[in-house]
Nanobody, 128 residues
Framework: HVQLVESGGGSVPAGGSLKLSCVAS??????????MAWFRQAPGKEREAVAG???????AYADFVQGRFTISKDSDRNALYLQMNNLTPEDTAMYYC?????????????????????WGQGTQVTVS
């Protein structure tokens, strides 16, 4: 049973930076996975995609990212990262890592929540 464990959240002032990490519990998981992504959910709002990366589409970002965030994978460390720069209070949310191991028959949009069937517990990001 594979688990995704996020870390790297915290409290930063507006304009600051954070790097989120998501480590998979199964060895070589990130090297073989079809797609992974970061989602976020603010209080009272629906979970939304931030950035995703897949074997078919490469990296994709939500419109609100506007060049501030970078998603990347490190197969050697079995990890997914999200480098976030120039953070604003609107970026305050719980951030979740998600994964889809096998290439699906249905949607392959790396920003589509329905693509993913494995989720982490989340890491809180607060920008003030």
């Amino acid at each position: 049973h594979v688990q995704l464990v996020e870390s790297g959240g915290g409290s930063v002032p507006a304009g600051g930076s954070l790097k989120l990490s998501c480590v998979a519990s199964a060895s070589a998981y990130v090297a073989c996975v079809y797609a992974m992504a970061w989602f976020r959910q603010a209080p009272g709002k629906e979970r939304e995609a931030v950035a995703g990366i897949s074997n078919d589409a490469g990296a994709a970002y939500a419109d609100f990212v506007q060049g501030r965030f970078t998603i990347s994978k490190d197969s050697d460390r079995n990890a997914l990262y999200l480098q976030m720069n120039n953070l604003t209070p609107e970026d305050t949310a719980m951030y979740y890592c998600a994964a889809k191991y096998s290439r699906p028959a249905g949607t392959r949009d790396p920003l589509n929540r329905l693509l993913y069937d494995l989720w982490g517990q989340g890491t809180q990001v607060t920008v003030s």
